[in-house]
C-alpha cells in the first residue's frame, strides 16, 4: 500500500483485487451495486472462513468518502484492511478478532465524486448526479482556471471590497472595519469562471452536484419542515444509498458502524438534536468508545448535537439512520485537524471556523504553511489574467490537499491510530459461546441434555438497547438435532432464548453501587430424549447479532 498519491478508482480496485486474492481464506472482495455513473462499490468482507462463515459472526461496518474530497476516509479504511491481513497470525488481537468476529469494509462509497475531485482537482461534497437543477446555472462555477492543477481563490481589488490586508502579513486579508474608508480593499472569490457574465455582478452559482449522499438516508425528513434541497428527491433515491442500505439489510449480524470523513480531528456519535432520547446504557458505552477513542487517536469525542454551532435541529444524516433506525453503535469521523496540525490553541470544536475566529489563529495557520508545507497550503498571491475579471491574483488555501485531506506524507500516521480504535470496539460486540453440552441417562433409553450457553463478549447479545428497543435486535434461537429413530420426550426443538448481557453494565470498582450481581449473561435450557446409548444428538445455538455456536454429543 502507497501513500504517494491519492488512488483513482481503477487502481483503488487493483489494490484490492490483488489483497483478496493474496488472503483467499480471510478476505473476499464483492461488489454491493453500481455508483451513478456504473462503477462497482467494492466491499471487503474480512473474517477467518476457516472458523465459520461471515453471517454467523459479529459484524462491523466501515464506510468511507461518502463526501468526494474526503478522501483520506479511503485511506483510513485500506489502511484497516491492510492491518488486519498483515496482523493474522502474527498479532494476538488482530487474530483473534478475525477468528471471532467479521469486519465489512466500503473503502470508496462514492467514486464518482472521487473521479470528479481527482480529474477536475476541485471540490465536490458528494454525488455527481446533477441535483436539484438538470444543469449549470448562470454565475461563477469554481475550477482551475491556471491548469495548475489546484482550485485556489481570486482576489480582486475593489473599492467596495469588505477585505484588506493584515498589518503584518498582507497575504492573509482581514475584514474591513465597520467604518473604515479610504484604504486598498479587496473582494475574495474561488477561482473559477462566470458564466453569463454581465460585466459588473459576480454571483455564485449553485453547484451542478448538489446531491449529499450523506443526507439521503431514510431518517427524519417527515419531520422537517421542508424536504433539505441537498437530500435528493426522496429517501434513498439514489444507487450508491439504496447499495449501502441493502448490505446492511442483508447481514443482520451488524452491531457497529464507522463512517470515515475529513476534516476536524473528532468522532461524532449520536445524538444529533437535544431532544433526540438516548437509553442511558448506551451512553455509558458511547463513553467508553470515546474514551478509548481519544487516548488512541488524541481526536474529541463528542455528539453531533453539541457539535452544531447554530441553534436549530439538524434533520437527515446517517447518525439518524445507522443508530436512529438500525440501532447500531455509529460514529462518523473527522479525520484531520489542520489547525491542530499547526498548534492553534483550542481548535475544537472544528465548527468555530466557520464563523469567528481571531486573526492570530489565521496567521499561526500560514506560518504552519511556510514552514512545514512549504508553501504549498497557503499558496503566495500571484498575478493571472482571468478570462472574464481580467488582472486578478490568484493564491490563498489549497482546500483539497492541505485542509480536506493531511499532506500525503502525514496521511498514515494520522489514520494508522483509527484502525486500532475500530479493532478495539469490534472485539467488544457479543459472541455467542456454548460453554457446556452435557448428557445424563436418567433410565435406560432415556437421557437429560443439558445445554449452558454463554455471551463471551462485552456487549449485550442484542448490542445496543436501542436495537432491542426498535425490535431489530433478533434474539437467541437454539435448534435441536436428532437423528433417526431418536425421540424428543420433552422441550422444543426449537426454542426462543430471549438476550444475554454482558459485562458492559459493569462499573469501575465492585463497590455495592458498582455491579450488578447474578448470571445475566449465562441461559440454560434442557431436553429429555429417547434414544440408544451412542447416538449423536446435534446443537446449534444463533443470534443474529451475537453469532452462531454449535456442537455434538453422543448420548
Known amino acids: 500500500m502507497s501513500y504517494d498519491r491519492f488512488y483513482d478508482y481503477e487502481s483503488l480496485s487493483e489494490l484490492l483485487r490483488s489483497w483478496a486474492e493474496d488472503a483467499p481464506g480471510l478476505a473476499e472482495l464483492s461488489s ?22 461471515h453471517s454467523d459472526k459479529p459484524g462491523f461496518l466501515v464506510e468511507a468518502n461518502i463526501h468526494a474530497a474526503e478522501i483520506t476516509g479511503s485511506f483510513a479504511a ?6 488486519l491481513l498483515s496482523g493474522y497470525g502474527q498479532d494476538e488481537r488482530v487474530t483473534r478478532l478475525l477468528d471471532t468476529r467479521t469486519l465489512y469494509v466500503v473503502p470508496r462509497l462514492n467514486p464518482d465524486g ?4 481527482l480529474g477536475e482537482c476541485r471540490y465536490v461534497r458528494s454525488s455527481v448526479r446533477p441535483h436539484p437543477q438538470p444543469g449549470r446555472k448562470p454565475g461563477l462555477h469554481g475550477c482551475d482556471v491556471d491548469g495548475d492543477g489546484r482550485v485556489l481563490f481570486m482576489r480582486v481589488p475593489d473599492p467596495d471590497g469588505p477585505w484588506k490586508a493584515h498589518p503584518d502579513e498582507p497575504r492573509l486579508l482581514v475584514r474591513r472595519e465597520p467604518d473604515e474608508e479610504g484604504g486598498l480593499y479587496y473582494r475574495i472569490f474561488l477561482e473559477g469562471e462566470i458564466e453569463g457574465y454581465d460585466g459588473v455582478t459576480v454571483p455564485v452559482a449553485d453547484p451542478v452536484e448538489g446531491l449529499d449522499l450523506g443526507q439521503n438516508l431514510p431518517a427524519d425528513w417527515g419531520a422537517a419542515p ?49 431532544d433526540e432520547p438516548m437509553p442511558y446504557a448506551d451512553l455509558r458505552v458511547y463513553q467508553e468508545y470515546g474514551e478509548k477513542a481519544e487516548r488512541l487517536t488524541g481526536y474529541t469525542a463528542m455528539s453531533f448535537h453539541d457539535l452544531k454551532f447554530r441553534p436549530g435541529r439538524f434533520y437527515g444524516g446517517q447518525l439518524g439512520w445507522w443508530y436512529g433506525q438500525r440501532g447500531l453503535f455509529s460514529w ?4 484531520w485537524s489542520p489547525m491542530k496540525a499547526a498548534g492553534v490553541q483550542g481548535a475544537h470544536p472544528p465548527s468555530v471556523w466557520l464563523g469567528d475566529h481571531p486573526a492570530e489563529d489565521a496567521l499561526t495557520m500560514i506560518r504552519w504553511s511556510d514552514e512545514e508545507l512549504g508553501g504549498k497550503g497557503f499558496v503566495d498571491w500571484y498575478p493571472f489574467d482571468h478570462p472574464q475579471l481580467g488582472p486578478v491574483e490568484l493564491g490563498g488555501w489549497d482546500k483539497i490537499n492541505y485542509w480536506y485531506n493531511p499532506p500525503l506524507d502525514r496521511v498514515e500516521a494520522e ?29 435406560p433409553g432415556v437421557h437429560r441434555v443439558q445445554l449452558v450457553l454463554r455471551n463471551a463478549g462485552w456487549l449485550p447479545t442484542y448490542g445496543s438497547k436501542l436495537a ?10 437454539v435448534d435441536l438435532t436428532l437423528p433417526e429413530g431418536a425421540r424428543l420426550l420433552s422441550g422444543q426443538p426449537s426454542t426462543d432464548l430471549g438476550q444475554l448481557e454482558g459485562r458492559s453494565e459493569a462499573r469501575t470498582t465492585t463497590t455495592w453501587w458498582g455491579h450488578e450481581p447474578g448470571t445475566p449473561d449465562l441461559a440454560v435450557t434442557e431436553w429429555t430424549i429417547a434414544a440408544p446409548e451412542g447416538t449423536p444428538v446435534a446443537v446449534r ?15
Open 332 to 335: 462518523i469521523t473527522e479525520l
Open 226 to 274: 421542508e424536504t433539505p434541497v441537498h437530500a435528493g428527491p426522496y429517501p434513498g433515491s439514489e444507487p450508491e444509498i439504496q447499495a449501502i442500505m441493502r448490505a446492511a439489510a442483508e447481514r443482520p449480524n451488524l452491531v457497529h458502524f464507522v463512517t470515515c470523513h475529513t476534516f476536524g480531528g473528532v468522532h461524532l456519535r449520536p445524538p444529533m438534536n437535544d
Open 415 to 443: 489514520v494508522a491510530p483509527h484502525s486500532e480504535w475500530i479493532v478495539f470496539m469490534a472485539l467488544t460486540s457479543p459472541r455467542l459461546e456454548i460453554r457446556s453440552l452435557s448428557s445424563e441417562q436418567v433410565s
Open 541 to 555: 445455538a444463533h443470534h443474529p447479532k451475537a453469532g452462531a455456536a454449535q456442537a455434538t454429543l453422543t448420548l
Open 114 to 117: 472521487v473521479e470528479k475531485v
Open 78 to 83: 485500506l489502511h484497516l484492511i491492510h492491518r
Open 468 to 477: 432491542l428497543e426498535r425490535k431489530v435486535a433478533g434474539s437467541i434461537a
Open 32 to 53: 454491493i451495486g453500481r455508483s451513478w455513473e456504473g462503477r462497482d462499490i467494492w466491499l471487503m468482507t474480512l473474517t477467518n472462513t476457516a472458523t465459520g462463515p
